[in-house]
């Protein structure tokens, strides 16, 4: 069973900058894509981004694309969300998640099918 842990989240100001972390175990790293969402209060999950089995290729959506980046440490298990230029509009539960490394739509929740808990992420005006 694969399991996903989120940390780094916290309270910050907007134009700060904050680094998640996601730390798995109980599977084969290299065999998952890693995305990762966030969903605010009262309002749907959306897909944040994505980094394929290698950390070669990365995806990102649209309201964060050029402020954030996701990397990942194959040898530490870890993937990472850098998170700059933050704006309040991005205070969100941020997740993790893990998906078989043929998935095809890497921002489909639906094709993830190993979850973390969250962490919460908080961006002061």
């Known amino acids: 069973q694969v399991r996903l842990a989120e940390s780094g989240g916290g309270l910050v100001q907007a134009g700060d900058s904050l680094r998640l972390s996601c730390a798995a175990s109980?599977?084969?790293?290299?065999?998952?894509?890693m995305g990762w969402f966030r969903q605010a209060p009262r309002r749907g999950r959306e897909w944040v981004g994505a980094i394929n089995w290698r950390g070669e290729t990365t995806w990102y959506g649209g309201s964060v694309k050029g402020r954030f980046t996701i990397s990942r440490d194959n040898a530490k298990s870890t993937v990472y969300l850098q998170m700059n230029s933050l704006k309040p509009e991005d205070t969100a539960v941020y997740y993790c998640?893990?998906?078989?490394?043929?998935?095809?739509?890497?921002?489909?929740?639906?094709?993830?099918?190993?979850w973390g808990p969250g962490t919460q992420v908080t961006v002061s005006s």
């Open positions: 998640a893990a998906a078989p490394a043929s998935i095809q739509d890497v921002d489909l929740r639906y094709e993830y099918p190993y």
């Open positions: 109980g599977g084969t790293f290299t065999s998952f894509t």
